[in-house]
């Protein structure tokens, strides 16, 4: 916790959020700045003592006790705020009347309220995107565009496409069931506070999506890259000293996962997992496990508690030669083992942004929210996947996953994607390395918040 500068960063408590605000936060203090995490205290008790002694980790309440079960994302959101904002406020005081007062607070760009909470105690804020720049781009259009809110699932919206994005279809595909019209009224109100920063700090790294970045800088958008925000350790580097993000909400069975991977050929594994929220209902589960049981791949699935029971009986013990089912895995080291051929993934950006970075070709099943974004990033800008189709019932049949899986691990197409996967990898450790991209936009960050 070194250092004369200090920053706060203040993360929704959402494992896809929490991993790269809390991997930047190891960033910004390897670069000497005295750097205090700020979560809530719903998951405290995940937040095992970091390994790095470099940050400092500060819990407020958020009322979590007092949640319905079955909150909306909005209720969620808006009870949220209302507890934290006035724990956030004290927090930040106490800092402010401390040795070190902070000089900014990087604030989760779902909690845009943040940002006046900071302003009126005395400092500026900097909002951090957990997703993609086009994701960003989208909300832009989304604020400014054509659309009439609240628009129905798969109601036709106009947007505005995307110039120089080489989609002319990006507002249609938008429309598609994938586009969760909850999210983007999250995402509109998250973008007003944006107009006037003098940063926006996005978990990507340029050379991934350079059209809509150098789009984004045409608009006067302050967007600075500074990912992929993971463990440098994954990026051939090690400014820090662990291989984990340093959280795990849900506990990983590690010696499982890789033990088993361990007995395994070269890309032989379809490595399955749908991030930390997502859902699939029954008819899709059945589809899943029998497809993957069908395919002529092994395959290491995360199938999160929750979602245990929707798993038809007698499957585990039926498919135990072919596969491994656990809750939660370290998907890093997963991702970074040679067996793994393949990543059958929802399109978490996190996710995403990983199986680029560690060079594994992908099997893209949205789910909802920005996903479907990325699932077409995927597959139509970075060529490193094939979408998965739905039937007219908005199922992923067996015939269709063991298709996809087909095509990713044995076919000519696969071999094309794991060549540029391999490239994304190369391309995401040099953003990262001294002097590149994204390392050169925390530098930048840091120099301007020192000499402040
Ligand atoms: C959420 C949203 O759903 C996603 O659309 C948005 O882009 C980010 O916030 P989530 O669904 O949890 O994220 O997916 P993802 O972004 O992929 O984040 C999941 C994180 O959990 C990743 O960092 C992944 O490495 C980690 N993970 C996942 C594990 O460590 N173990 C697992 O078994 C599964």
Redesign the pocket.
């Known amino acids: 916790m070194e250092g004369e500068t200090h920053i706060l960063l203040f993360a929704y408590p ?4 929490i ?2 605000m809390l991997q930047f936060s190891k960033r910004l203090a390897s670069k000497g700045l005295r750097v205090t995490f700020v979560t809530t205290t719903s998951i405290g008790n995940s937040m095992r003592p970091l390994p790095s002694h470099s940050i400092n980790v500060d819990l407020i309440s958020d009322g979590s006790e007092e949640a319905e079960d079955a909150e909306s994302v909005d209720a969620a959101l808006e009870r949220y705020k209302l507890h934290v904002s006035q724990n956030l406020a004290k927090l930040i005081e106490k800092h402010y009347s401390s040795k070190y007062p902070p000089k900014i607070l990087v604030y989760d760009s779902i909690l845009p309220w943040a940002l006046e909470i900071a302003r009126k105690i005395g400092i500026d804020g900097v909002p951090f995107f ?2 993609s720049c086009v994701v960003n781009a989208i909300h832009y259009h989304a604020n400014h565009g054509a659309i009439q809110m609240p628009i129905e699932k798969g109601a036709s919206v106009s947007l505005p496409s995307i110039p120089s994005l080489g989609f002319d279809d990006l507002p249609s595909f938008l429309c598609d069931k994938g586009f969760y019209p909850a999210w983007l009224k999250l995402a509109l109100n998250q973008f007003s506070n944006f107009q006037e920063a003098n940063w926006l700090l996005c978990n990507t790294f340029s050379e991934l999506e350079n059209e809509v970045v150098n789009w984004m800088t045409s608009q006067q958008w302050p967007v600075k890259t500074i990912g992929p925000a993971i463990p440098s350790i994954y990026l051939d580097k090690r400014l820090e000293d662990d291989k984990e ?1 340093g959280v ?1 909400l ?1 506990k ?1 069975d590690v010696d499982a996962c890789m033990k088993w991977l361990d007995t395994k050929e070269t890309d032989s594994v379809v490595y399955t ?6 859902s699939l209902g029954e008819e899709q589960m059945d589809e899943l496990t029998r497809g993957l049981k069908n395919s002529n791949c092994y395959f290491l699935w ?1 199938v999160r508690e929750t979602e245990q029971k929707k798993l038809p009986p007698n499957f585990l013990q039926e498919t135990s030669e072919k596969g491994l089912v ?1 809750s ?5 080291e997963v991702l970074a083992h040679k067996a793994v051929g393949c990543f059958m ?8 942004l ?1 199986a680029l970075s560690l060079g594994v070709p992908m099997v893209a099943m949205p789910v ?4 479907p974004t ?1 699932a077409k990033f995927i597959v139509d800008a970075w060529k490193v996947g094939v979408r998965i189709k739905l039937d007219e019932r908005g199922i992923a049949t067996k015939e269709e996953i063991e298709l996809c899986i087909k095509e990713v691990i044995e076919g000519e197409r696969g071999k094309e994607m794991k060549m540029n996967s391999g490239r994304w990898k190369e391309l995401a450790k040099e953003a990262v390395d001294e002097g590149g991209s994204s390392d050169k936009n925390i530098e930048e960050f840091v120099a301007k918040l020192v000499q402040s």
Not at 14 to 17: A, D, L, N, R, S
């Open positions: 959402v494992q896809g959020h991993n790269p957990t997703h993000y795990h849900f990983p997992s749908f991030g930390s929220l997502a995360v656990v939660w895995c370290p998907q890093l993934t929802h399109c978490g950006w996190n996710s995403t990983e909802w929210t920005d996903q990325n």
